[in-house]
């Protein structure tokens, strides 16, 4: 099946700096991809939807000046996490649809990446 | 609003059968996802059900009754590698993904 790569799994920073997770699509184009946070025993929850080429879309709650996102093509989105906090904290996940599934297309999932804001 | 209801924790004996059910209210309907989740890892794909009825795939079935807004997925002879949360997940008529909470399944041998 298609691969999403999330990188990296696991980060460790400290109050203040800026983190930087990245998602591909290792072996298909991904017109739309996603990025989800979970708390622990908790359900997804979308933080943004992002289309190749434009701007992001967020969730009502989701601060973008603060969680930015890019997706410079059809096989990459990275997601920013600004002056971090340890509220942060939390596992991050992304997912892709794939160009060619189109509307109904199973979504792909990435490793998740869990972050530690000391 | 949209809403997505599963039961929280179920518990199973290896080598039993578990229902694990999911009622939605949501707008518009583009089809049901299940997803499986060991804790730490993101899910993983189990099924997609966009018409009634049945579609079985090795151990799992899912079922799906659009008049109702229900599903449920069906897990038979457990292992206990079975033991995650499974998630169900809809999408609405803008293709967008609304997740419930997860039901916790927990396989005892």
């Known amino acids: 099946g298609a691969v999403v790569s999330q990188h990296p799994s696991r980060v460790i920073c400290k109050s203040g700096t800026s983190v930087k997770i990245e998602c591909r699509s290792l072996?298909?184009?991904?017109?739309?991809m996603f990025w989800y946070r979970q708390f622990p025993k908790q359900s997804l929850m979308l933080m943004a939807t992002s289309n190749e080429g434009s701007k992001a879309t967020y969730e009502q709650g989701v601060e973008k000046d603060k969680f930015l996102i890019n997706h410079a093509s059809l096989t990459l989105s990275t997601l920013t996490v600004t002056s971090a906090h340890p509220e942060d904290s939390s596992f991050y996940i992304c997912?892709?649809?794939?160009?060619?599934?189109?509307?109904?297309?199973?979504?792909?999932f990435g490793e998740g990446s869990r972050l530690t804001v000391l | 609003g949209q809403n997505i209801d599963q039961p929280t924790e179920m518990t199973a004996t290896e080598g039993a059968i578990v229902q694990i059910n999911c009622t939605y209210q949501?707008?518009?309907?583009?089809?049901l996802f299940w997803y499986q989740q060991h804790a730490g890892e993101a899910p993983t794909f189990l099924s997609y059900?966009?018409l009634d009825g049945l579609e079985e795939k090795g151990r799992f079935s899912s079922f799906l009754s659009r008049s109702k807004g229900y599903s449920y997925l069906l897990l038979k002879e457990l292992q206990m590698k079975d033991s995650a949360s499974y998630l169900c997940a809809v999408m609405d008529s803008n293709y967008q993904l609304i997740w419930g909470a997860g039901t916790k399944l927990i396989i005892k041998p």
């Open positions: 059900n966009v």
């Open positions: 072996d298909f184009q991904a017109t739309t």
């Open positions: 949501t707008s518009g309907f583009n089809g």
């Open positions: 997912s892709a649809r794939a160009l060619a599934g189109g509307e109904t297309g199973e979504l792909f």
